[in-house]
């Protein structure tokens, strides 16, 4: 039996805990920190996801055989690195892969050498130099802070004026802390955004089901960006045709080239995308699974999570082939009030006995904690994600809000239209 200490306390880690628990060849899993949910199939842990030292020190006293990171601060900080050191396996890049997200900047460089095309863009130390680069290209423009910033990082700048103020709250008032020392400045692209997902062992790329999220905390795509209001899987916008087409012209080359550069990059690798008239775009990557994408990719999965794991550990991953339940899965996300700048927390939820008795569907916890009556009580901007199978997306969706509709804490946000352009083409 494999003892799993899966890291993080998202939906996405609740997920993959839940997944975990269904392979026959899982024996303890511990989870650090978790959540309220999680702590319903794992043993919780109080680590900070981000605490270095004490998940190795973790790690090292429950004589775990597997760490499965979930989200990318600690891959970032160098988990993976501390835990091969000292001859445990681990699931996750290391921190020289990890720059695949935590740094803007390399990325574009590495596609660059890898021969994949990306939006025209500027990279800046200088807020002076960013300025006069924006004089010279003019807006619309996409205002990026190099380092990590939990998905808020980017303004999408429709006018100089809003352009002007990104950079200078990045730069000069330094609102994402050293994140902001380096901003870039890319061009817009239009179109439609898709998550493309895979796993690799650094040698072999293993593209999972497609999937899209609603990054806007509005109905419509409107308003600022969060971590994701909702996903589903598959997503049509991405065909046949544009899957092998990603995956050769995008996914191998990255792969290949971080492996020249002497990366062996083992895990998820995510690439957002943005689609236009048949024309893809590569807006980002990221080196984890995407939250809340995880949570229906997962739930479509027939293939042992352990099996898929332990094949990109070993680098045996060409070994693998996924099965996937044909149906589609779509999750709706329930976040607090005033996500996504400061989200209330500590409001009790109810329903949640009621909910979890939709067929077909999981109530994934993402900012959940124990009150001080043992209730559930809300811990964070992303609360719960709803996720549910169906024939269709749109009967997917309809199912996961049939359970929403069973939830309530004061003042809680869900998006209505989740799947929206996927159920418009008729999905
Ligand atoms: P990123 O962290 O780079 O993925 O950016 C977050 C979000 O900003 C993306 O999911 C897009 O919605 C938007 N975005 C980023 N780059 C661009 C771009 N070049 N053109 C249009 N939208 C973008
Ligand atoms: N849902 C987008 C992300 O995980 O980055």
Redesign the pocket.
Known sequence: MTDVLVVGGGGREHALVWKLRASPRVGRILCAPGNAGIAQDAECVAVAADDVQGLVELAQREKVDLTVVGPEAPLTAGLVDELERRGLRAFGPNRAGAELEAS?AFTKDLLDEAGVST?AYGTFDDANAAHAYLDKVGAPI?V?ADGLAA?K??T?AETIDEARAAIDSIMRDRVFGTAGARVVL?????GE?ASFIALTDGKTVLPLATSQDH??IGEGDTGP?TGGMGAYSPAPVVTHEMFDHVTKNVMDPVVATLRKRGITFKGVLYA?L?IEDGKI?V??FNVRFGDPECQPLLMRLRTDLLDLIDAVVDERLHEIELDWDSRAAACVVIAAPGYPATPDKGATIRGLEDAATVVDSYIFHAGTSRGDNAQIVTNGGRVLGVTSLGDTIASAVARAYEATAKIDFPGMQIRRDIGRRAIARGA
């Open positions: 803007k939006a996409v990026k998905g990082g980017v999408v890319e061009e817009k692209l239009g955004e990054k806007r960006n957002g943005m775009g807006l980002e």
